[in-house]
């Protein structure tokens, strides 16, 4: 088994930042590619940012520039760095790890965190 722990959303105002956390633990082995997803009230969950064991990255496309993918195999984390947050950012945002080692719409998340409320909002 594998548990996925985030941390670190709130409330913030527009044009801030947040950084989410992401901790693992249990079967780490088993985990390749992490990634956040996010899903916001009414809209159908979407991935934001992916890593690969390797450190090959790849975003959404409306939140390129402004948000950062990274991860500590050391610690077994993996962290999002959110700046220029707009209102839109609002969501729910998942950690999620997959056991293939690759991006795209090929890969299948297997493990899933609780998620963590990110609200931009003046």
């Known amino acids: 088994q594998v548990q996925l722990v985030e941390s670190g959303g709130g409330l913030v105002q527009p044009g801030g930042s947040l950084r989410l956390s992401c901790a693992a633990s249990g079967n780490i082995f088993s985990i390749s590619t992490m990634g956040w997803y996010r899903q916001a009230p009414g809209k159908q969950r979407e991935l934001v940012a992916a890593i690969t064991s390797g450190g090959r990255t790849n975003y959404a496309d409306s939140v390129k520039g402004r948000f950062t993918i990274s991860r500590d195999n050391a610690k077994n984390t993996v962290y999002l760095q959110m700046n220029s947050l707009k209102p839109e950012d609002t969501a729910v945002y998942y950690c999620?790890?997959?056991?293939?080692?690759?991006?795209?719409?090929?890969?299948?998340?297997?493990?899933w965190g609780q998620g963590t409320q990110v609200t931009v909002s003046s």
């Open positions: 999620t790890g997959a056991r293939k080692d690759a991006l795209g719409r090929g890969v299948e998340y297997d493990y």
